[in-house]
């Protein structure tokens, strides 16, 4: 698989262009960052790529399959998973139950054995993939607490595990490391890295530079719709427009 493909994404609001012809290329095996001030249009990127607003023009693809058009459900079962800024877990429902929902989801349950109320043939394989995502974020210890309870960061790798319990081909992640301590921030880089190294395509949108540097193969600052530079992370960040519309968060 060769990644997510975007191609000439438009998003208007009115008068406004949120997204104006934007040309993105998220390589499977690689982490690519997309940065940029508040209002430069990333977030209603993802929007589009994940299928929650609608498009005024352009197309995604996800290996050799065009998504344009499909509804945020077929797109996730396609291979797209994604976590926004915003935390949204089941907060009655323990972290094992919330990352199990990704896994089920992604596997879903055949038609038959639903209609005639047998057993789930795959629930074997969805406990195994919820155990595996558990283990490998740090968080098999909470895996009966209810996910409520838990500070910010540790929600948001709640949110990170229900994603890949879905075993996704592209993984889009909303300010991944917000609310997160300095050890979950560096765990997470070294999730990303192997999950990446693993041939997973990710597209993440982050505030935190040093994060980005760390962590990113790729860096495509964004402003008012459109991506103005493209590079590697050190050379985007330090560049002039760069450092004028980041001065005192590099």
Not at 18 to 32: H, I, K, R, S, Y
Not at 56 to 83: E, K, M, Q
Not at 118 to 144: C, E, H, K, Q, Y
Not at 214 to 236: K, Q
Request: proline content about 5%; aromatic content about 2%; glycine content about 12%.
């Amino acid at each position: 698989m060769t990644g997510l493909v975007i191609r000439g994404l438009r998003r208007r609001f009115g008068g406004l262009a949120a997204v104006d012809g934007v040309d993105l290329d998220v390589p499977a095996g690689a982490v690519t960052a997309l940065i940029g001030p508040n209002g430069a249009g990333k977030t209603t990127l993802f929007h589009c790529v994940t299928g929650m607003d609608a498009t005024d023009g352009g197309t995604v693809v996800l290996g050799d399959r065009d998504l344009s058009g499909l509804p945020p459900h077929l797109r996730a079962r396609a291979g797209i998973a994604w976590t926004y800024q915003r935390i949204e877990l089941f907060a009655g429902m323990t972290v094992a139950e919330n990352v199990r929902v990704g896994a089920e989801n992604r596997r879903g349950r055949p038609l038959v054995a639903g209609l005639l109320g047998l057993p789930d043939p795959r629930r074997a394989a969805v406990r195994a993939a919820t155990g595996a995502v558990l283990d490998r974020l740090g968080l098999s210890a909470l895996a009966d607490v209810p996910a409520g309870t838990l500070p910010t960061g540790t929600m948001r790798l709640v949110e990170l595990g229900r994603a890949l319990a879905a075993a996704p081909a592209a993984l889009l992640l909303d300010e991944p490391a917000s609310g997160l301590d300095d050890h979950q921030i560096a765990r997470l880089a070294g999730v990303l890295r192997t999950l990446a190294d693993d041939g997973l395509a990710i597209l993440l949108v982050e505030h935190d530079l040093r994060f980005v540097t760390a962590v990113a193969d790729t860096a495509h600052l964004m402003v008012s719709g459109r991506v103005l530079l493209s590079g590697r992370p050190e050379e985007v960040v330090a560049a002039p427009l760069a450092r004028e519309l980041y001065v005192g968060e590099a």
